[in-house]
């Protein structure tokens, strides 16, 4: 069963372009939205994260919107440029919980072309 | 402050061997997790420690087992490995006082020949 379902699967922009990157949950206990973004050969990175109670987080160009109702959210990169070519992963999981296990998506991979 | 770091980075063995990885977290963090990375699966937790006590566990078979020390560093070990093993193995430690964020080490890469 997969609680977390993202797409798309891969994704090309160019650059300058708007990179958007969605994710269902149905888990209605999750309660904590993080993304990760991956280059090759190395471990996921933190972009940003939200949490339920809120329904948008912006954190430069990077912006989270969340839908609690609809059970998704979103990953928008505003400005795309090459450098964000990675593969993004959306996550969720049950904060204060007493454990810290995330599920995560089965990833996008995003390429900025020039 | 260093980050989360895995040793080895590689790793090649046979089927029916036993492995053993290793991931000490930042300095002060008290949660470690363990993740495997496969193309086909994507990432899928593992199992947690918090304290040297397996707090949650995933579903994966009993020859993954893991163990975490009174510094907070952790091992996981497969036995009778198997080809699909081959994967990833990515550990993330947590703070756990003011925060849920993981940090990822960069993954020890097995491969399972």
């Given at each position: 069963q997969q609680q977390v379902k993202q797409s798309p699967q891969s994704l090309i922009v160019q650059k300058g372009g708007i990179s958007i990157i969605n994710c269902a949950y149905e888990?209605?206990?999750?309660?904590y939205f993080p993304w990760y973004q991956q280059f090759p050969g190395k471990g996921p990175a933190l972009l940003i994260a939200i949490r339920p109670d809120v329904s948008e987080k912006k954190e430069g160009r990077f912006t989270i919107s969340f839908n609690k109702s609809a059970k998704q959210f979103s990953l928008h990169i505003m400005?795309?440029?090459?450098?964000?070519s990675a593969t993004y992963f959306c996550a969720a999981s049950k904060a204060g919980a007493g454990s810290y296990q995330l599920t995560f998506g089965k990833g996008t991979k995003l390429s900025v072309i020039p | 402050k260093a980050g989360v770091t895995q040793t080895p980075r590689y790793l090649i063995k046979t089927r029916g061997q036993q492995v053993t990885l290793s991931c000490s977290p930042i300095s002060g963090h008290r949660s470690v997790s363990w993740y495997q990375q496969t193309p086909g699966q994507g990432l899928q937790f593992l199992f947690e420690y918090f304290s040297e006590t397996q707090r949650n566990k995933g579903n994966?078979?009993?020859?993954f087992s893991g163990r975490q020390f009174s510094n907070s560093r952790s091992e996981m070990n497969v036995s009778?490995?198997?080809?699909?093993?081959s994967a990833l193995y990515l550990c993330a430690s947590t703070q756990t006082a003011h925060t849920d964020t993981q940090y990822f080490g960069p993954g020890t890469r097995l491969t399972v020949l």
């Open positions: 888990n209605t206990a999750f309660d400005d795309s440029q090459p450098g964000d | 994966f078979p009993g020859r009778t490995l198997e080809l699909g093993d």
